[in-house]
């Protein structure tokens, strides 16, 4: 029989009542009670069938929070029913991590394949949920014909211009933000050596913003990187970077700051909340793009407590800032989690298990939220 997922929950009803008035809206998480608390979710999975219950979903509490709350989804996990289910309970947008990607999306100079963005947009459209498009222009996960193709400067141009205004025309109206450009900026500060720098030059950059703009007027555009969260290099040079954009009148509206981080090296708070009011100074709106927080494996109780932390820590920068609108990590379970595969030796990073549990961070994410209500 089909393990209903409110059963999972059931027990953290009392939790999530108490964060309000107990102490853990104090920032005190009383850690031995979510220790037992997860300890009986995971009990309650392997004993129990079917139990109906109503409580606030992350979900629920974000939009309560002004605030999108999300994850990178793969067409073919949607198939999986307590994926699916979990992400349209718990998340109020998605983000594309591959379908429109130019390799997967732009397989051949003549023919596109929207297959699979089209399902993961139309199970948002029909689960009320916003849809983030990941990426335009990349230096990865290029075709064979980009990759190895040998053009004129014009020619360059004109495939980037046209893979542009098709996929984002295509999408107009459905997509509320696109990553339109990620990861220019090398991590020393200067601009990436890619494709498209050595075969246009830099203002391709500009010129797939004002594409992207022209393609979707209403659609949100972002610039995307990892790396760039707090005060650094990188940092410095995204922003010179956008303010040079804006200055121009380049439609530009947002900066995404990935988090992908470690449970070893963390980014500072304090320092990724000073670069995010320095982009809103500008004008321009932050999401938090691709977060999770690996760990080095086997993962510990206490390592789960301090990964739950670091989420708080950075959602309150996000509710705090004046324009920060989504928090998304990249992914939601740690059955599918992209880190095992990049980082050996290290997982853990998101915050379900691999038996759609929820971690501690679940419950840390919740008391966040709950925490800022109480505030206003």
Known sequence: MLLRRELLYGVIIGLIAGLAIGSIIRGMMIETEIRDLYNQISDLKRQIMVVKVAIPSLRNLAEKCGIYIGAA?????LDIPDYAYALKQEFNILTTENALKFGPVHPQRDAYSFSDADYIISFAESNGMKVRGHTLVWHQQLPSW?????????????????????????????????????????DDGTLRDTIWLRNIGPEYIEMAFRWAHEADPQAILFYNDYGAEGLNVKSNAIYNLVKSLLEKGVPIHGVGLQMHVSLENPSNPQEVAANIKRLNDLGLEVHITEMDVRIRMPARWEDLVEQAK??????????????????????????????????????????????????PAYYYIAATFIEHLTKK
């Not at 989804?73 to 996990?77: F, H, I, P, T, Y």
């Not at 004129?152 to 098709?166: D, G, N």
């Not at 998304?328 to 759609?356: H, N, Q, R």
Request: charged share 25%; aromatic share 18%.
């Open 73 to 77: 989804v793969e067409r073919s996990l």
């Open 310 to 359: 670091i989420y708080r820590d950075f959602l309150r920068v996000c509710l705090s800032a004046e324009r920060c609108k989504a928090f998304v990590m990249w992914g939601f379970t740690d059955k599918y989690s992209w880190i095992p595969g990049y980082f050996s030796g290290y997982g853990a990073a998101l915050i379900f298990d691999e038996s759609y549990v929820p971690k």
């Open 146 to 186: 980009v990759a190895q193709g040998n053009y004129s400067r014009e020619e360059w141009i004109s495939i980037i211009r046209e893979h542009i205004m098709t996929v984002v025309g295509r999408y107009k109206g459905r997509i509320y933000a696109w990553d339109v450009i990620n990861e220019a900026i090398a």
